[in-house]
Each structure stands twice: as structure tokens, then as C-alpha cells.
């Protein structure tokens, strides 16, 4: 495990500019650099990187960070992978910890387990490119298919004869013991191998490590079944990968589009063909790892499925759940008759992917279509439908969209809006609670597994084969800019970020600075924070400078928990100008601007003051809502009304405000 201070040594050397140089083309403007994003597709720079904070922000696509979250973005790597990289490129010495014993034996252990697969996949590929069975049988059927060589390689394509331990005992020959080739499954109970007169479809994970195996007949005898798949490992959990998703990352990325194909072959022809953002979930449904991978490189899925309807079925739920994690779905019915495989051999790529975007369809218009189709003149079953495209909106966590389907829907189903509404409405109160209920059994597993492992944080926990750092709880599906307070709350957050560590001018103590005055001040009020990230980050903050810390954006910046790292570089990074009707539209209260550098201390007086402004408007609303109780104390609560509304102006006095209620 690399050391704290080792991880903060590489942060703070490893030059921002010189890291994002390598991959980006930028010019400088100003005191920042900006390029074309690495991450979308654009024309017009809209990305910028500011050596001067150490971080890069993009304000077409929203990602940002610092250099190990770029190199961590843009090559797949997970935290330590990143910091080695960038140790490496900037000559940098990293100090490590060692292991404990237990973590070093389960890494070896799987090691061990991956050569074993390494040394199957080159058994097929030699069987099928050098034997006389493999190259009449097996490699002739790739030749059906048009596979070339490279293609072979790069999937790692092979066969495997009908001999009854051919694999098995070559992997003993060249030294490998055998309980470990049992316990890939590659050789069963009898000692005999498990695949047998097969052409092999090697499973890569994330990393491009071989961890399981597809084997499919060209008999065409009935009771054979047409594809036999390892059976699930230590390495290989069926839910938690994608075939073809090593080889897809990159394009998946680039194109911001993850292509979902049924078959091995399907993702193997499209690649060939230069469709490369393809990967195939082996003909079940989405899952929620499955969903969450792809989210790693887009938030664009478009799924191919033959025209016949069954296909769509099959695929609703995992589309379904892909919709509440916030995934844009489309959906791409292909002509009759037509294969993904068959129909890009006619078209060829371009014509392909144009093909795929004439067609495509929006996946709740589309089910939408579909039902009123199926329950035409049906009373019961159009009720029906319509419960169930309700269902599926109220998945969507974001308001605006699913208002926007709400508006759609009720035009194709020629219902009224508002009563479309009411039932999503109702059914998003389930979804949500059965979320908490999900969430809170969820934080409590994790506890009880934290409990029990002493993994380094670090490092990966071993199950996982991308290396991923378990993901934060989504955070509960609320428009946060429609809450009253959000910019106050916001600002205050970007005043500490930004000037936290600025010492007061012409204060009475030297030392003082705007952190410490944001933090004293805010005590009695902490809890009136409705945001949940920014709370969690003012209750950091606080901890920090109470203990004679300081919070600054550093700190924020290199956080652990994903959800506070992207929002600290989000808060860095706006600009603190607003044009006039966004202050018309949101109350902006940073106005002395531009001059933040030097107008800090107002600003952040003045944030303080619109934020407890908001406060007491909430208390005063609360108070109203009392006296209309039977059982009040009226005499009390007039005045509490009276004392808050002395507040409430002095305040306004204060911010030369005029309150219109
Ligand atoms: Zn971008």
C-alpha cells in the first residue's frame, strides 16, 4: 500500500498541465489553459486546466478533478494505478507500506488464477490456428464469419478438440497444478476438462485479463446446448461484467455511446467492422453492476435487438433499471431477418452508425408506442400499459426529464397531463422509499464488511476485477436548484474553498481568516443546510478548522469520496460573475464582484447574511403554519413571530434588500 505522505507527494508534483499535455493540445488564456475535451466530443474548446489550483474542469461535459483523477478518468486506472503512473512519469519515489500477509496471499493467489486462464486462452488459440481439427473445423467457422487473424487475437478466439483432457493435461505438463485449473472450472470433478469440441470465446474483465470462457457447438444435434460459459469463480462473476468491455472502454468513451449487442459474435463483427463501442451482456438482463460499469465511460446506451419483439422484453427490466440510474436509453429494432453481424457487412461502419441513429428511438416513447399497439379496444390492458410506462418514468431521477415524458406520454396515450402526474407522483413516493429502505440495509452490510475486512483503503477489495472503488449512494433524487437557499449554501461553499485560508484584512487577530470567521458564525445554524453534500462539507470544514486545520480546496479536492472530490473542483472552478438575469433568476448574492481576490471578506459577510436570511424566512413560515393548529399557543407564537420579523430586518437593512413579503 502506497503511504499517506507518498500519495501526497505525487499530488502535489505532478504538474496538472504537464499531465493533461500529453493527451490534450492546450493553449494558454489568461492564467489557465484550454484545449478540446478528452472526454466529449466538441469543436469549441470548453475545457480548462488551472496550474495555478492544480485542477482541470470541463464546462461542456461537467468532468474535472486533479491530475490523479484525470489519469484515473482518462486510462481506466483505479486510485494506486494512477499514482504509479504518475510516479513514473515525473520520477518520483514511492514509499510503501507493506501488505499485510493475508491481502499478499489472496493477490497471489489470483495471480496464479489469471495465468492459468492466460495459459487456456493460448491452449485455444494454438488448437485452433495449428492443429488439423482446429483449422477444419474451428477456424473455419470463423472464416464463415469473416473474422481475420488480428480479430482472432485481439478477442482471443479459439478451439478445443474433442480429445477428453487435452487442456488439462498440457496445463499439468507445463507445471500447473491442477486444483487450481479446478478451481477456474476448466477441468471437472473427473479430472477431465470442462469444455470440450468447442470454438472458445475468451471473457476479458475490465483490465484485459482473462477470467472465464465461452464455448460454443457446431454440432447441430439438439440436446447439445449451443453455448456452455465457465461456471462462476472467484474471478468471474457473470452479473459484474460485459463482454467485449476491455476492448470498448475507450470508443464507448469517445463516441459517449455504449452500443448493447445479445452475442459474443455480435460484438466481435461490429469491432471489425469499426463499430468499437459494443459490448454484449451474454443474453440476460441488465444488471445493476452491469449498468454501473458502463456509467464508468458514458451515460448513453442503445440497444440492438431483432425486430421480433422478444428481444425488447427480455431487456425491459435491465432498461428499466437503467433509467433510474439516470442512463439515456434507445432502442434499435433491425430490419427483418437482419443480425447486428449481417446487417454491418452490408452497410459497412458509416452507413452502419448512421443507420443506428435514423433508427434509434427513445426507450419510454418507444414502450410507450408499443403498448398502445398491443392494448388497442382493451380497456383493462391499456389500464395496465399506462401503470406500467408511469412505473418506468418515475424511475428516472431527474425531475425535468421526467417531466418532459410525463408531457410526451400523455399526448400519445391522450390522457390527461395531471392525472399522468399524479400516478408517477405516487409511484415515485414507493420507489423512493423502497430506495431508502435499500440504501440504509445497504450502509449497514458495508459497516458489517468493514467491520470484519482490515482492506487498505487503497487498494481494491479482491473480489472486484476492475478495481474500482465501491461507488457513494446516489444521492436521493431532489432538484437541488429548486430548493430555497441552494446558492446561498452554494456560495458560502465557494467563499470557504476558495478564500477559506485568506487572512482577514485589518482584523484585530492576524491569524483570522475567512475560514474561521464562515465556521463561527455558522454554528447555530449548521443544521438549516438542506444540500446533503454541502452539509457533509461544512461538517468537514468544521472539524478541520476547529482542530486549527485548514479546510481549503485542497483538501476538498483530494478527498477520497468521489461525490465531494467532484463537487469541491465544481465550486473551484465557476466563475464568481453571474450575468444580471441570472441574479433575477436565483437571487445571486456575490454582487460586489468582479473582484473576488480582494473582496473576499464582504462576500463572504455577506453570504452569511442572505443565508441566515433564508433561515429565518423558513422559521417564520413554520410559525405560521403552528398558529393554524387548534391547540396552539397563540400568545407564544405571536411573538416568535414578532422577534423573527426584527431579524428579518435588521438583516434586509443590513443587505439593502427590500422584502416584498
Ligand atoms: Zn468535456
Given at each position: 500500500m502506497i503511504t499517506e505522505r507518498s500519495v501526497q507527494n505525487i499530488i502535489e508534483n505532478s504538474r496538472i498541465e504537464d499531465v493533461v499535455n500529453d493527451y490534450v493540445n492546450l493553449k494558454k488564456r489568461g492564467a489557465n489553459l484550454t484545449g478540446l475535451c478528452p472526454f466529449h466530443n466538441e469543436k469549441t474548446p470548453s475545457f480548462y486546466v488551472s496550474p495555478a489550483k492544480g485542477i482541470y474542469k470541463c464546462f461542456g461535459c461537467g468532468k474535472g478533478g486533479n491530475s490523479v483523477q484525470f489519469i484515473m478518468e482518462h486510462e481506466s486506472f483505479n486510485f494506486p494505478e494512477a499514482l504509479r503512473h504518475l510516479a513514473a512519469k515525473f520520477n518520483i519515489e514511492i514509499e510503501e507500506t507493506e501488505t499485510s500477509d493475508e491481502h499478499k496471499k489472496l493477490k497471489q493467489h489470483h495471480d496464479s488464477l489469471y495465468l492459468v486462464n492466460q495459459f487456456a486462452e493460448e491452449y485455444f488459440q494454438k488448437t485452433l490456428l495449428e492443429t488439423d481439427e482446429g483449422k477444419s473445423v474451428g477456424?473455419?467457422?470463423?472464416?464463415?464469419?469473416?473474422?481475420?487473424?488480428?480479430?482472432?487475437?485481439?478477442?482471443?478466439?479459439?478451439?478445443?478438440?474433442?480429445?477428453?483432457?487435452?487442456?488439462?493435461?498440457?496445463?499439468?505438463?507445463?507445471?500447473?497444478?491442477?486444483?487450481?485449473?479446478?478451481?477456474?472450472?476448466?477441468?471437472?470433478?473427473?479430472?477431465?476438462?470442462?469444455?470440450?469440441?468447442?470454438?472458445?470465446?475468451?471473457?476479458?474483465?475490465?483490465?484485459?485479463?482473462?477470467i472465464a470462457f465461452a464455448g460454443r457447438t457446431l454440432r447441430t444435434d439438439k440436446k447439445t446446448a449451443k453455448y456452455v460459459n465457465s461456471p462462476e469463480t472467484e474471478l468471474y462473476i457473470k452479473s459484474k461484467i460485459l463482454y467485449g468491455i476491455y476492448h470498448a472502454k475507450k470508443a464507448i468513451r469517445n463516441l459517449d455511446e455504449c452500443i448493447l449487442v445479445e452475442g459474443y459474435t455480435d460484438v466481435i463483427s461490429l469491432s471489425q467492422a469499426g463499430v468499437e463501442n459494443v459490448v454484449a451482456s451474454s443474453g440476460t438482463a441488465l444488471t445493476e453492476d452491469q449498468i454501473r460499469l458502463v456509467k464508468r465511460f458514458t451515460s448513453n446506451i442503445k440497444l440492438l435487438y431483432d425486430g421480433d419483439a422478444a428481444g425488447i422484453k427480455a431487456a425491459s427490466r435491465g432498461l428499466n433499471l437503467a433509467l433510474s440510474q439516470d442512463l439515456n436509453v434507445t432502442v434499435v429494432p433491425l430490419p427483418e431477418g437482419e443480425d447486428p453481424d449481417s446487417l454491418v457487412q452490408k452497410l459497412g461502419s458509416t452507413e452502419f452508425m448512421a443507420f443506428l441513429d435514423e433508427k434509434g428511438e427513445d426507450f419510454i416513447l418507444f414502450k410507450t408506442k408499443?403498448?398502445?399497439?398491443?392494448?388497442?379496444?382493451?380497456?383493462?390492458?391499456?389500464?395496465?400499459?399506462?401503470?406500467?410506462?408511469?412505473?418506468?418514468?418515475?424511475?428516472?431521477p431527474d425531475p425535468i426529464k421526467r417531466s418532459v415524458y410525463i408531457k410526451e406520454c400523455s399526448r400519445l396515450l391522450e390522457i390527461d397531463e395531471t392525472v399522468l402526474m399524479e400516478t408517477a407522483n405516487k409511484a415515485l413516493k414507493k420507489h423512493i422509499s423502497e430506495k431508502w429502505v435499500e440504501q440504509k440495509r445497504d450502509i449497514a452490510r458495508k459497516e458489517r464488511e468493514s467491520k470484519q475486512s482490515s482492506s487498505d483503503p487503497d487498494e481494491p477489495p479482491p473480489m472486484m476485477d476492475n478495481g474500482e472503488y465501491p461507488e457513494p449512494l446516489p444521492a436521493p433524487a431532489v432538484s437541488e436548484k429548486?430548493?430555497?437557499?441552494?446558492?446561498?449554501?452554494?456560495d458560502i461553499l465557494k467563499l470557504l474553498l476558495n478564500y477559506g485560508d485568506k487572512k482577514i484584512p485589518e482584523s484585530e487577530d492576524?491569524?483570522?481568516?475567512?475560514?474561521?470567521?464562515?465556521?463561527?458564525?455558522?454554528?447555530?445554524?449548521?443544521?438549516?443546510?438542506?444540500?446533503?453534500?454541502?452539509?457533509?462539507?461544512?461538517?468537514?470544514?468544521?472539524?478541520?478548522?476547529?482542530?486549527?486545520?485548514?479546510?481549503?480546496?485542497?483538501?476538498?479536492?483530494?478527498?477520497?469520496?468521489?461525490?465531494?472530490?467532484?463537487?469541491?473542483?465544481?465550486?473551484?472552478?465557476?466563475?464568481f460573475e453571474y450575468s444580471h438575469n441570472w441574479w433575477e433568476m436565483h437571487a445571486i448574492t456575490l454582487r460586489t464582484q468582479p473582484e473576488p481576490d480582494e473582496?473576499?471578506?464582504?462576500?463572504?459577510?455577506?453570504?452569511?447574511?442572505?443565508?441566515?436570511?433564508?433561515?429565518?424566512?423558513?422559521?417564520?413560515?413554520?410559525?405560521?403554519?403552528?398558529?393554524?393548529?387548534?391547540?396552539?399557543?397563540?400568545?407564544?407564537?405571536?411573538?416568535?413571530?414578532?422577534?423573527?420579523?426584527?431579524?428579518?430586518?435588521?438583516?434586509?437593512?443590513?443587505?439593502?434588500?427590500?422584502?416584498?413579503?
Open positions: 477456424l473455419s467457422y470463423f472464416k464463415s464469419r469473416s473474422y481475420l487473424e488480428d480479430t482472432i487475437k485481439k478477442f482471443g478466439l479459439g478451439y478445443t478438440s474433442s480429445e477428453p483432457a487435452g487442456l488439462t493435461n498440457s496445463a499439468k505438463e507445463a507445471g500447473y497444478n491442477l486444483d487450481l485449473l479446478k478451481q477456474v472450472r476448466l477441468t471437472n470433478q473427473y479430472d477431465k476438462d470442462f469444455f470440450r469440441e468447442r470454438v472458445m470465446f475468451t471473457i476479458h474483465n475490465l483490465s484485459g485479463k482473462p408499443k403498448l398502445i399497439e398491443d392494448s388497442k379496444n382493451d380497456p383493462i390492458r391499456k389500464s395496465n400499459s399506462i401503470t406500467d410506462i408511469v412505473n418506468t418514468i418515475a424511475k428516472i429548486i430548493q430555497s437557499g441552494y446558492y446561498k449554501e452554494r492576524e491569524d483570522l481568516t475567512l475560514g474561521q470567521v464562515l465556521i463561527t458564525n455558522l454554528e447555530d445554524v449548521i443544521d438549516h443546510f438542506k444540500n446533503p453534500t454541502y452539509r457533509k462539507m461544512i461538517d468537514m470544514a468544521r472539524e478541520k478548522i476547529n482542530s486549527g486545520d485548514a479546510a481549503n480546496a485542497n483538501f476538498f479536492i483530494n478527498h477520497s469520496d468521489k461525490e465531494i472530490r467532484s463537487m469541491a473542483v465544481t465550486l473551484c472552478s465557476e466563475e473582496n473576499f471578506f464582504e462576500e463572504g459577510m455577506q453570504a452569511l447574511k442572505y443565508f441566515k436570511l433564508g433561515k429565518i424566512k423558513d422559521m417564520m413560515a413554520e410559525n405560521k403554519e403552528k398558529m393554524k393548529k387548534e391547540d396552539a399557543d397563540v400568545i407564544l407564537l405571536i411573538k416568535t413571530h414578532q422577534r423573527l420579523l426584527e431579524m428579518r430586518n435588521e438583516l434586509a437593512k443590513d443587505l439593502r434588500i427590500v422584502l416584498t413579503h
